[in-house]
C-alpha cells in the first residue's frame, strides 16, 4: 500500500507557472510508471504526463513543451512543472502510480488547479 499526496495547486494567471508536487507514504522504487492525470469540469479524467524507470516520460500534445514531470525516488515524490498555463489547464490534477510487481494502481485526492486573470 502507499498512499499518495498532492500539493501545489491553486489559483495562478494565464502565463504563470506552478509546480505540483505528489509525495508518497514510501519508497517509490517499485512504483512505476508514475503519472499526472487531470479533469477539467464536465470532462473525463484525462493523462497530462507519465514517466517510466525515471528516464522514459510521454506527454499529453496540449502540455507538450510547455510541462515537466520529474520523479525524486531520494524525496519520494513525483512533481510536475507547469509553464505557459492556460486558462484550460484548469482542472484537478490527480498523482497517479503502478506498482511495478502486483499491477495495483494508486490514486491521490488530487489538487485543483485554476488559471484565471
Known amino acids: 500500500q502507499v498512499q499518495l499526496v498532492e500539493s501545489g495547486g491553486g489559483l495562478v494567471q494565464p502565463g504563470g507557472s506552478q509546480r505540483l508536487s505528489c509525495a508518497a507514504s514510501r519508497s517509490i522504487g517499485s512504483l512505476n510508471p508514475m503519472g499526472w492525470y487531470r479533469q477539467a469540469p464536465g470532462k473525463e479524467r484525462e493523462l497530462v504526463a507519465s514517466?517510466?524507470?525515471?528516464?522514459?516520460?510521454n506527454y499529453a500534445d496540449s502540455v507538450k513543451g510547455r510541462f515537466t514531470i520529474s520523479r525524486d525516488n531520494a524525496k519520494n515524490t513525483l512533481y510536475l512543472q507547469m509553464n505557459s498555463l492556460k486558462p484550460e489547464d484548469t482542472a484537478v490534477y490527480y498523482c497517479n502510480a503502478r506498482e511495478s510487481t502486483s499491477g495495483t494502481t494508486y490514486w491521490g485526492r488530487g489538487t485543483l488547479v485554476t488559471v484565471s486573470s
Open positions: 514517466i517510466r524507470y525515471g528516464i522514459t516520460t
